[in-house]
């Protein structure tokens, strides 16, 4: 796991060298462990590789990066893991490849140079990595499938820049960095960031998950991001629930024991979800002696707390647990620090929980840790999308088994047939009357708070992303917006909490969900298989794991995961917060006295509490350190 940085000028550029070094620096957190970095001049200018490293797979200098093919035609920096480099080393081999390490690296330097573009669907791990080819004077730039690993980019006059974070990306850029309004609209208003490629920076793109580009070094010019895998909609071939069941189990475990791959110690964030209980269960389940450690945060004294779940999960597996707790206090205390590694806003106050978890499994000695992150969007949780559902159901003239379903999804906890019934609805509401239905609960596309006429003259449109339908997902609307959710809104983001957080702790986190092979078999079942008549979320997944994870934690009906009491921590910190938030003079686009006042009666009880707190504070604290 490590951080990557450079790109390619044209001409001479002046102080390059300085500012890699400087880039390097900004990103160490990420890779403590070595560092190099190479400039090569080419007939159009220059071109800058730099690696920071944080050794996982082969602890020897076999591993340093920048890494070159034999004949020196290559040059590879590498963000990332693949899981199931032996097997693919072993297949190389057999084509006659002589190998110089152990590393991850060079089979997938090999794996290039062989197979080409083709053997980005070969990897099950996550990665992000530039190649330089020579010869051809290209660069090549590549993503995971689901953008696990961070590739920021921007190319502007010549100049192309890449680094896996803002940070590292904004010491190589000349001039001062410029705030993108049109994203600091939609984050404030509609809590939407990193759902596309463009960033709260002006100028610097992500490099959407699963594609790839080549930069024409003799050119000067930038090929658009291509996809090399797109999530499938359409249903495979038939196949029982049985057979389904037994299918997932094997994938699972499978892709447990390739993310076990590893030489430092190993531990899990485990929240007592089903999710990261399987995870947990599973490690066990495949590995009897050795040790595991669990790092969990407990909401205390508050009805968020699965210290029950996760002590049950602990006592299943014989593992090792850390605990803690926080406070609103320690919120403050770190939110600067979280708010700089993130890079840029985020969503919610769970992401100091697991901020702090990796903080944890630092103290503790562990340098990898396995999570759930994935399974919802691969296994339709959450709530089990009941509109989708009820729309596939209703697409398909199923309108029996649509009133069933309804009746049947509403008798599990917090959920009722009308807010069913009223998730169809919002599906069918043409735009226009949607946004006017959003206004009458209260969610306002231009609040008080912000200076909409300024935004409009800078060219912001005051709409929300909605996920497209297509006539593919035609009965099958629940898949096609998972398939959806894992590349643009949903998964992205949460994948960026955990790069940036573990990272910031130079602790590798890894998803054994999400692996190619994961996803191709869970998107194509029937849709039931998921979400069952019965309104069960993840169905043929709890079934899957019977006997390897206790059924108690399987039969659970609630979904809390690493929630936080963000609005007992708020209140309690309120004084530091409205001191924060008077940042919002500065902000040209923002009513800092109407902004005061909507939250001064928040605070109070006069309005109701919402996240939009502490997205304002958010904002407010990164706006400030821009600056």
């Not at 059924?551 to 530091?576: M, N, S």
């Not at 006042?597 to 821009?626: A, L």
Request: hydrophobic share 40%; net charge neutral.
């Amino acid at each position: 796991m490590c951080g990557i940085v450079g790109g390619f000028w044209k001409g001479a550029e002046q102080g390059l060298e300085g500012r890699l070094e400087a880039a390097l620096l900004a990103m160490r957190h990420r890779g403590p462990d070595d560092k190099g970095f190479e400039l090569t001049q080419v007939s159009g200018g220059v071109v800058a590789l730099g690696h920071t490293r944080l050794s996982i797979i082969d602890l020897s200098a076999g591993g340093h990066q920048p890494m070159y093919s034999p004949d020196g035609r290559y040059a590879l920096v590498f963000n990332g893991e693949i899981y199931n480099y032996r097997e693919l080393r072993t297949q190389l081999q057999a084509k006659g490849i002589r190998f110089r390490s152990d590393s991850d690296t060079e089979v997938l330097l090999h794996a290039w140079i062989t197979w080409g573009q083709s053997c980005l669907e070969r990897f099950q791990g996550m990665f992000a990595f530039v190649l330089h080819d020579r010869q051809a004077e290209t660069l090549t730039c590549a993503r995971d499938a689901f953008g696990i690993k961070p590739f920021f980019y921007s190319f502007q006059a010549g100049r192309f820049a890449f680094a896996s974070e803002l940070p590292a990306l904004k010491v190589m850029q000349p001039g001062k960095p410029r705030v993108d309004w049109q994203r600091s609209y939609d984050y404030l208003v509609n809590a939407d960031y990193d759902s596309q490629p463009r960033t709260f920076i002006e100028g610097i793109l992500h490099l959407p998950p699963a594609h790839w580009m080549v930069v024409d070094l003799k050119a000067g010019t930038l090929s658009a991001p291509s996809p090399w895998w797109r999530p499938r909609v359409r249903e495979n071939a038939p196949v029982n629930f049985a057979q389904a069941v037994e299918a997932v189990r094997e994938q699972f475990l499978d892709n447990i024991r390739l993310h076990l791959r590893s030489d430092v110690p190993l531990g899990a964030a485990l929240s007592g979800g089903i999710d990261s209980s399987a995870v947990v269960c599973a490690m066990r389940y495949v590995d009897r002696e050795s040790p595991i450690h669990t790092f969990s945060f407990i909401a205390a004294g508050s009805p968020l707390s699965e210290e029950h779940w996760v002590d049950q999960v602990n006592a299943h597996v014989g593992a090792t647990a850390h605990k803690f707790v926080a406070s609103g206090e320690e919120l403050a205390r770190d939110l600067d620090d979280m708010i700089r590694v993130q890079g840029e806003p985020f969503g919610s106050t769970s992401i100091y929980a697991q901020y702090r978890v990796f903080q944890q499994a630092k103290e503790a000695g562990i340098t990898v840790t396995l999570d759930g992150q994935g399974a919802d969007e691969l296994l339709a949780g959450y709530s089990g999308y009941p509109g989708l559902r009820l729309k596939s159901l209703v697409e398909r003239g199923q309108i029996l088994q649509a009133l069933q379903f309804a009746r049947n999804w509403s008798q599990w906890p917090g959920r009722s047939q009308r807010h069913a019934w009223m998730h169809l609805a919002q599906l069918m509401i043409p735009g226009s009357l949607n946004e006017a239905a959003k206004r009458a609960i209260g969610r306002e596309t231009t609040p008080a708070w912000l200076k909409a006429d300024v935004l409009s003259d800078s060219g912001v449109t005051f709409k929300e992303f909605v996920h497209p339908m297509t006539t593919e997902g035609c009965g099958r609307r629940v898949v096609e917006r998972l398939g959806s959710s894992l590349q643009s809104r949903g998964l992205p983001e949460l994948l960026r909490h955990a790069d940036r957080n573990s990272m910031r702790f130079s602790v590798e986190s890894r998803v054994p969900f999400l692996t190619l092979p994961m996803a191709d078999l869970l998107l194509g079942l029937p849709e039931d298989y998921l979400i069952s008549p019965k309104g069960e979320t993840k169905s043929v997944f709890r079934a899957a794991m019977r006997g390897i994870v206790p059924d108690h934690i399987l039969d659970r009906k609630d979904k809390i995961g690493f929630a936080t009491p963000e609005r007992e921590w708020l209140v309690d910190i309120a004084p530091k917060l409205r001191e924060w938030l008077r940042a919002s003079e500065d902000i040209p686009f923002l009513h800092a006295g109407r902004l005061l006042q909507n939250f001064d009666e928040i605070m109070v009880g006069k309005r109701p509490f919402t996240w939009q707190v502490w997205r304002w504070v958010n904002f407010c604290r990164w706006y400030g350190m821009m600056g």
